[in-house]
């Protein structure tokens, strides 16, 4: 009873931001993203691999990222959770876990390594205990461990439905445009590899309970993700950056609003803002769009793509990730045991 999967990671356009309930993990208002390849167009890996065993054998649970040990309770690790529901619904309590995760981007820096992790391991823990699951289903537990995982099961444009139950059996990520028919790019440019220093799960509590502006960004989200939509089957780019830039600095605006205020652009992001801006000066050719870390993610399109790498250059970054829009995560036939 062992499988392995890759969790995709991928970037919001429209983003998640606040839950209605925080056990079961619903949001206020529907997210639009793109899946990103596990692959950067030079081929180094950009995902999360993750091996997971069930057995009545083990004595323990065992839980390892990046070969470090991780915490065994909910508080500590959002993980258990997912393994908790899939065991409950294998009928398999008593079985004891292994898992071992390999990550190969930097984590918690803002580049949603929990959606790669929690993907990953939703979709290998599933199939370690012989359930058959379809991506709604597996999107629904995903979404359980960590909100944004759940548009990381499927690929491409992915819309995850805020639903209205109060059960949340209608809140799940939907595959919209298949990553073939998509010609977008995604521009990771790491300025620092440092861990934010508010977790996205108490930052968006805190909106929640203080940001008046917060509400304004739920009222509007319905219709962006429609705009965005529209902009992205018209090829009408010029319209979609201009939206997806707005939509970043809206998201950054709310955090500003929250009290005490959650700030996680640096100096050097408000550059590649500037930068950006001066790209775009004549006719928008790419957009940028941060998430809850200092790390810009630079959209383009295909034809737009060596300009715009270039015209970026300049700017001093530790690394870039150039990467496609990929499928969700999925089973793989490699072990890391
Ligand atoms: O990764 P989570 O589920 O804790 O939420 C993070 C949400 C953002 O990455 C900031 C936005 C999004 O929709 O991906």
């Given at each position: 009873?062992?499988?392995?999967?890759?969790?995709?990671?991928?970037?919001?356009?429209?983003?998640?931001?606040?839950?209605?309930?925080?056990?079961?993990?619903?949001?206020?208002?529907?997210?639009?993203?793109?899946?990103?390849?596990?692959?950067?167009?030079?081929?180094?890996?950009?995902?999360?691999?993750?091996?997971?065993?069930?057995?009545?054998?083990?004595?323990?649970?065992?839980?390892?990222?990046?070969?470090?040990?991780?915490?065994?309770?909910?508080?500590?690790?959002?993980?258990?959770?997912?393994?908790?529901?899939?065991?409950e619904?294998?009928?398999?309590?008593?079985?004891?876990?292994?898992?071992?995760?390999?990550?190969?981007?930097?984590?918690?820096?803002?580049?949603?390594?929990?959606?790669?992790?929690?993907?990953?391991?939703?979709?290998?823990?599933?199939?370690?205990?012989?359930?058959?699951?379809?991506?709604?289903?597996?999107?629904?537990?995903?979404?359980?461990?960590?909100?944004?995982?759940?548009?990381?099961?499927?690929?491409?444009?992915?819309?995850?439905?805020?639903?209205?139950?109060?059960?949340g059996s209608?809140?799940?990520?939907?595959?919209?445009?298949?990553?073939?028919?998509?010609?977008?790019?995604?521009?990771?440019?790491?300025?620092?590899?440092e861990?934010?220093?508010?977790?996205?799960?108490?930052?968006?509590?805190?909106?929640?309970?203080?940001?008046?502006?917060?509400?304004?960004?739920?009222?509007?989200?319905?219709?962006?993700?429609?705009?965005?939509l529209?902009?992205?089957?018209?090829?009408?780019?010029?319209?979609?950056y201009?939206?997806?830039?707005?939509?970043?600095?809206?998201?950054?605006?709310?955090?500003?609003?929250?009290?005490?205020?959650?700030?996680?652009?640096?100096?050097?992001?408000?550059?590649?803002?500037?930068?950006?801006?001066?790209?775009?000066?004549?006719?928008?050719?790419?957009?940028?769009?941060?998430?809850?870390?200092?790390?810009?993610?630079?959209?383009?399109?295909?034809?737009?793509?060596?300009?715009?790498?270039?015209?970026?250059?300049?700017?001093?970054?530790?690394?870039?990730?150039?990467?496609?829009?990929?499928?969700?995560?999925?089973?793989?036939?490699?072990?890391?045991f």
């Amino acid at each position: 009873m062992k499988a392995s999967a890759i969790g995709p990671s991928n970037i919001a356009f429209v983003k998640y931001w606040g839950k209605r309930d925080e056990r079961l993990i619903l949001p206020f208002n529907s997210s639009l993203s793109m899946t990103l390849s596990p692959y950067t167009l030079d081929n180094k890996p950009f995902h999360t691999i993750t091996t997971v065993e069930f057995s009545s054998r083990l004595d323990r649970d065992s839980f390892i990222i990046n070969g470090l040990e991780q915490p065994l309770d909910k508080e500590h690790n959002e993980a258990i959770r997912v393994i908790e529901i899939l065991k409950e619904l294998a009928d398999a309590k008593e079985m004891h876990f292994r898992v071992e995760s390999f990550n190969s981007f930097p984590t918690a820096a803002g580049l949603a390594s929990s959606a790669s992790g929690i993907s990953a391991l939703t979709v290998a823990a599933s199939k370690a205990l012989g359930l058959n699951l379809s991506r709604k289903e597996l999107s629904v537990i995903a979404r359980q461990g960590s909100g944004s995982a759940c548009r990381s099961i499927t690929g491409g444009l992915s819309l995850w439905h805020k639903g209205e139950l109060d059960d949340g059996s209608d809140s799940y990520s939907e595959e919209l445009i298949s990553s073939n028919d998509l010609d977008l790019v995604d521009i990771v440019m790491v300025l620092s590899n440092e861990e934010k220093k508010i977790k996205s799960r108490a930052g968006m509590k805190t909106t929640v309970s203080t940001s008046r502006l917060f509400r304004s960004r739920v009222d509007i989200a319905e219709q962006l993700i429609s705009e965005i939509l529209s902009s992205i089957k018209n090829k009408d780019y010029h319209k979609l950056y201009e939206l997806i830039m707005k939509e970043s600095n809206n998201f950054h605006a709310v955090l500003m609003d929250t009290y005490p205020p959650i700030i996680y652009l640096s100096d050097r992001s408000k550059e590649v803002i500037y930068k950006v801006h001066e790209i775009n000066k004549d006719r928008n050719i790419c957009a940028y769009t941060f998430d809850a870390g200092q790390n810009p993610h630079i959209i383009t399109d295909e034809s737009n793509l060596d300009k715009v790498v270039k015209l970026i250059s300049d700017i001093e970054s530790d690394a870039v990730y150039i990467l496609k829009p990929g499928d969700g995560a999925h089973l793989v036939d490699k072990s890391l045991f």
